[in-house]
């Protein structure tokens, strides 16, 4: 066990730093840079530009300047953001807790309406919900998510008021009830790709137990269908679906960033869109390893889990 | 008829409706629908534009923001009073051959790839999947954006980067059909006659990963035209006068109130293909592989 | 109250006051710079009541106001700090930190226009309670030229030689040469206080830069990453106000949205960018808002790269200002708002030339100048001359939408008379990087600001020594050269006395509006909206932000 944890540590190292590499690469080998936005401040010159780049190390040779990053990365120096030069954890954090609830309630009703129509699907295979649930998960799968968000947005705030349009909450009022009546809308969008996926697995999930001696025992023994469905079906598929879970974060990850973009939504997707714009690099270059960081994290997670909870599995 | 035996299935129902051919049938049908509407779309996308009396370029600042169905325009007009239609069926063109070609060239980067990852496993194979990993666990639509951001857009250039954002699912799959095909009895004889490596990784072992390969790229069209269409809606994509399904989503938002049909219209037109594509893909899916046949 | 400076346009007489509101009612909105906080209608409260919520689409970072930042962050400056004096809605100085304003005639600049001397308001206390003195100034002065520190902008200070505290409330300098432009740059330099920075190791990451603490009418609460920053009165302010107890700077980062907040309430203010063309009719007819055009400083051109051999040609940059429908261009896609012009000056400067001629919208006069200059049409339609095709790259900024409008718009004119203009437009950081800088492009629509606060100095945009790709350093990256223009920029900006001065300036204006290395488009106008009920809300063309007065602001009562 220890072993297969530090050696799939130990991959997850590698991965980070090509993960880096690729990133610093494809940032500052394109045209531009961080200053070019500042072009059209009026009074300012190519003299101020080339000084003010030259104080801040952008005029070294990029090995140079990845090496100097990548040190301080070592010794847990993230670097600072050339916005507002706070140090880019404090910048990402801001932000990740945003991202986080939307992720989260986004991950609460997909599983949970998905969960439900996978099963049912199931047990009522065949049938004109199951395949309409199929057939509906196929579109959903489809549906651009910032389009779906725009329609919504157009039928739920432009036309029947409902809902707000976008951010996270009303200025000066930080309730609960508003912070849920601005999260709904963006988290059912987002949930939306990921209700498919959920309902599709489950389906699959349910079949397989379903079609186990086990659970024909089971039936056989009187248990109620619901009974067996409870006891059998949810406890086997758990296994997978925290497998499931910990795979799906880089979607959801991708999908936040999507929606956040429609909706305002002050997270980490927005920060990304903001900071690419900006060429703050530091923030890039840092959101890009924090999300890396943060897959490796689930997908290693979701592997001990599914050892945890299931001792046949032994890593090795 | 399978290699694998399968637990015995069982309905629990029974009727006309959950018989073996009914299933197929459904599933057929909607492969089939799916084949039939990207049929439709495209003849709509090379004919239409000339049985049409607008031309998608033709600026008439008049007639700016014409709703649907109202005056000559039949889809209505967009800010610069140009038709919609024409617009949508030229856009049509661009979105379905950036999928098509960013299909074509990821699916030789994630073939090419993962039948030598597959082949020579090992130190080879390792470094490579790794490789796979690495890019697998960036949030692909963060460096899609990252390059998109920072390059001159063209189609091409749009084409490439989705291309090289979405590789990687062909790679791991022809890897894991390669490893399983590498020590059958086909390939042992092919290196007994000493052909050359090359020979067999492109002449024997991909064509019998083909039936995974042509799944995947069905599918890597639809993603491709949904990246496509994101991209162009930051404004980072295909850029204007030149339509494509993103590019004429980009900025409606802003007039989503004024003038909704902006951005009801390309969506519904990207929802139709991307959804026509996943139909065929889940269709092949069912058809080349027995065993998700019984899902 | 009685040192304060008042001023007649500020503060105008009930007179004034109606006159100008009758102008608001014939034309439905107020074009001129100015618009008079009302004096008939209500008083500023005797203590500080109320806030303001303002809605930026940008996010303010930069709170160093030396510092490399965009327009939003000053927002935050002109509330926390002060420089020694500021630039009122006509142009004219007005004191601050300084008791007066220098100049040649009060004795403050010397007659060669070398010797500065500032006297400094006594009694003044930054928000930490520390008394602010010149010694603050001569810091300000210093960091500002400092090797390690990457000050935003050293032009003009770079000049300063010999500062010397003469007292805590005054100070002298040195220049190396006479340069008039210096008054507007210090009305754009806050000063910082020395206590807090001067300990700093490295002042470029200080914890000041992220907690400002100035002598500004408002002082530093909070800041909320991706959200809001919060403001609160400073009690010991030493001019007129605050008179509001919170300011809010709330980021909106989409503009619809930034407008709905508006509509529905939830900010009372909207900053930059304010309100979008699109939604001028709706906003004007709001419940409860006052809805304006306001005229910035900002010009709109299509520019050339006279180095490119397409435009080396007079006559071929005269027949695509010909071809160009400003009106259809100003009336369609902008909706009639900005005001057309002939010139990089904008309308409301003293500096402005109103006598260029005005521009013709003329396809049959633009295709005759070609064919007069021996610009032949070709087999593709596409005119031609010694070789060299009339076919030329347009760029802006990919994602602004109305421009790309603009660009697709004039691409069909242009082809009306025979030139082929393709679009190339980039991503933010690709546009203004090297292509535009070093002059890499064809042909750009821009809106750049020229000149800096309201002087009329743009040395940096036009002179020979300016052009980046021929190892200058400036922005002049239409690579234009005129030795006259050249000379003439020199003059001016050794000229202290304004009358004097205009006559450089008006010329330099005729010489640009006959060469035309950019085809001017029109002079910027912003819908901008704020509750009813907001007093002192004065649009400053001379500066890039709305609230540049915001101690003065009040809420009126009822």
């Known amino acids: 066990m220890t072993r297969y944890l530090l050696n799939r540590l130990g991959q997850s190292l590698v991965l980070l730093v090509l993960v880096s590499m690729i990133g610093f690469a494809v940032l500052n080998l394109a045209p531009g840079g961080p200053l070019s936005q500042f ?43 050339f916005r507002d030069s706070r140090p880019v954890l404090d910048v990402i954090g801001g932000h990740f807790a945003a991202t986080l609830l939307l992720m989260g309630t986004a991950t609460v009703i997909s599983v949970t309406i998905g969960t439900w129509v996978g099963i049912k699907g199931a047990t009522k295979r065949y049938s004109i919900f199951d395949y309409a649930a199929t057939v509906g998960a ?74 186990q001696d086990f659970v024909r025992t089971a039936r056989a023994k009187g248990m109620t269908p619901r009974r067996v469905l409870m006891k059998h079906v949810v406890g086997n598929a758990l296994l997978p679906m925290i497998t499931l879970a910990g795979l799906q974060v880089p979607t959801l990850l991708g999908g936040a960033l999507v929606t956040e973009t429609v909706f305002t939504w002050p997270g980490m997707g927005r920060l990304f869109l903001d900071s690419l714009g900006y060429q703050d690099y530091p923030v890039v270059m840092g959101l890009l390893m924090f999300s890396a960081i943060l897959v490796l994290l689930s997908n290693l997670a979701a592997d001990l889990l599914t050892a945890f909870v299931d001792p046949r599995i032994r890593l090795t | 008829m399978s290699v694998s035996s399968p637990p015995i299935h069982r309905p629990i ?45 033709y600026i008439d600042l008049r007639a700016r923001f014409s709703p649907p169905l109202t005056g000559y325009h039949f889809l209505g007009t967009d800010p610069l009073g140009r038709d919609i239609a024409a617009r949508l069926l030229m ?116 064509p019998n990963a083909m039936g995974p390969i042509i799944v995947a790229a069905t599918l890597t069209v639809a993603r491709a035209i949904l990246l496509e269409a994101y991209v162009s809606f ?55 592989d027995a065993r998700s046949d019984l899902n | 109250m009685s040192d304060k400076h008042r001023n007649a346009i500020l503060h105008p007489n009930r007179r004034q006051a109606l006159a100008m509101m009758g102008m608001v009612g014939a034309t439905g909105l107020v074009m001129p710079a100015i618009l008079g906080r009302d004096k008939a209608h209500a008083a500023p409260p005797s203590a500080p009541k109320g806030q303001v919520i303002i809605g930026f689409s940008q996010e303010p970072t930069v709170f160093n106001p030396h510092m490399l930042h965009i327009e939003v962050d000053e927002g935050i400056h002109f509330s926390v700090f002060d420089p020694l004096f500021n630039v009122d809605p006509e142009g004219k100085f007005t004191p601050a930190l300084a008791v007066e304003v220098p100049t040649v005639e009060n004795g403050g600049i010397s007659a060669d226009g070398l010797n500065w001397k500032v006297k400094l308001r006594d009694g003044v206390k930054w928000h930490d309670g520390k008394p602010f003195t010149a010694d603050d100034v001569k810091f300000t002065l210093d960091l500002v030229v400092d090797k390690d520190f990457r000050s935003a902008r050293r032009a003009g200070h770079d000049q300063v030689r010999d500062i010397k505290v003469v007292s805590p409330t005054e100070i002298t300098w040195r220049m190396e040469k006479p340069y008039a432009p210096y008054a507007s740059i210090l009305a754009a330099t806050f000063i910082v206080p020395k206590h807090i920075l001067e300990p700093e190791k490295d002042r470029n990451t200080a914890p000041f830069n992220n907690a400002p603490v ?7 609460v909070e800041r909320v990453a991706g959200d809001h920053i919060e403001l609160a009165a400073n009690a010991d302010y030493y001019g007129d106000g605050p008179y509001l107890e919170r300011v809010i700077y709330k980021y909106i980062p989409d503009l619809t949205v930034l407008y709905t907040q508006f509509k529905t309430g939830d900010i009372d203010v909207t900053g930059l960018q304010w309100i979008t063309p699109d939604h001028y009719d709706e906003a004007k007819a709001l419940e409860g808002k006052t809805v304006q055009v306001v005229p910035g400083g900002t010009v709109e051109s299509v520019t ?62 633009a295709k005759k100048i070609l064919d007069d200059a021996g610009w032949k049409p070709g087999e593709d339609g596409i005119r031609a001359k010694d070789g060299v095709r009339l076919s030329f790259s347009n760029s802006t900024t990919a994602g602004n939408h109305i421009r790309e409008q603009v660009q697709q718009f004039m691409q069909q004119s242009f082809k009306d008379i025979g030139v082929e203009m393709t679009i190339s437009n980039l991503p933010p950081a ?70 004097e001065r205009k006559k450089a300036y008006l010329k330099i204006q005729e010489i640009m509006r006959d060469d035309l290395p950019f085809l001017p488009i029109f002079q910027y106008a912003t819908i901008r909206g704020r509750k009813k009920g907001m007093t002192g809300f004065t649009p400053n063309v001379n500066n890039r932000i709305d609230s540049w007065n915001v101690g003065t602001w009040y809420w009126e009562q009822a």
């Open chain 2, 234 to 288: 930051l404004g980072y994509g295909i850029q204007p006068p030149l339509p494509s399904w993103g590019n004429m989503l980009n900025g409606a938002q802003q007039y989503l109130q004024s003038a909704p049909w902006l951005a009801i219209i390309p969506g519904v037109a990207i929802t139709l293909a991307v959804t026509s594509f996943n139909f065929i893909g889940d269709g092949l899916r069912d058809a080349l």
């Open chain 2, 13 to 57: 129902k029974s009727g006309w409706w959950n018989s073996r051919t009914f299933r197929r049938f459904v599933r057929h049908r909607l492969a089939a629908l799916g084949v039939v509407m990207v049929i439709l779309l495209t003849l709509a996308c090379v004919i239409g534009p000339y049985l049409l009396p607008y031309n998608d370029l």
């Open chain 1, 138 to 211: 196929m579109v959903a799968l489809s549906i651009p998510t910032f389009w779906f968000g725009l329609v919504a947005i157009y039928i739920f705030s432009l036309k029947l008021g409902w809902l707000p349009a976008g951010n996270m909450y009303t200025i000066g009022n930080g309730s609960f009830l508003d912070y849920a009546i601005h999260l709904i809308m963006p988290a059912m969008v987002l949930a939306l790709v990921d209700v498919a996926v959920w309902s599709r697995y489950m389906r699959t999930a349910t079949l397989d137990v379903i079609n």
């Open chain 3, 304 to 365: 050339f790269n006279m180095e490119k051999p397409q435009f080396k040609d007079r006559a071929v940059r005269q027949a695509l200002y010909h071809a160009l429908d400003k009106t259809t261009i100003i009336d369609a896609l902008y909706y009639g708002l900005p005001a057309p012009t002939e010139t990089y000056m904008p309308q409301q400067s003293f500096y402005f030339n109103p006598d260029l001629p005005k521009h013709e919208f003329d396809i049959e006069k």
């Open chain 2, 91 to 206: 856009a049509g063109r661009i979105s379905m051959l950036v999928g098509f070609a960013a299909m074509i060239l990821s699916t030789m980067i994630g073939a090419t790839i993962g039948v030598v990852a597959g082949y020579y496993g090992g130190r080879i194979g390792t470094v490579l999947m790794r490789f796979v990993d690495a890019v697998l666990s960036f949030p692909s639509i963060f460096l899609l954006l990252a390059l998109a951001a920072f390059i001159k857009p063209s189609p091409i250039m749009i084409t490439v980067i989705i291309a090289i954002t979405s590789w990687m699912e062909v790679a791991r799959i022809v890897e894991a059909e390669v490893r399983s095909l590498r020590e059958r009895d086909f390939i042992m004889a092919a290196r007994m006659l000493g052909l050359s490596n090359r020979w067999i990784m492109f002449r024997e072992l991909l």
């Open chain 3, 430 to 499: 690709v546009m203004w990087g090297e292509y535009w800088m070093q002059s890499k492009f064809d042909s750009v629509v821009v809106g750049l600001d020229f000149l800096t606060g309201p002087d009329p100095d743009t040395s940096d945009y036009f002179l020979t020594s300016s052009i980046n790709a021929k190892g200058g350093a400036g922005q002049n990256t239409w690579q234009y050269s005129n030795p006259e223009v050249d000379k003439l920029l020199a003059e001016g900006g050794q000229v202290f006395v304004p009358e």
């Open chain 1, 39 to 81: 072009a059209l401040t009026p009074g300012m010159t190519q003299a101020d530009l080339d000084r003010i780049s030259a104080q801040m190390g952008l005029d070294r040779p990029l090995v140079v300047q990845y090496a100097d990053w990548f040190w301080r990365l070592l010794r847990g120096d993230w670097g600072r953001s």
């Open chain 3, 214 to 220: 100035g002598t500004g009418p408002f002082k530093w």
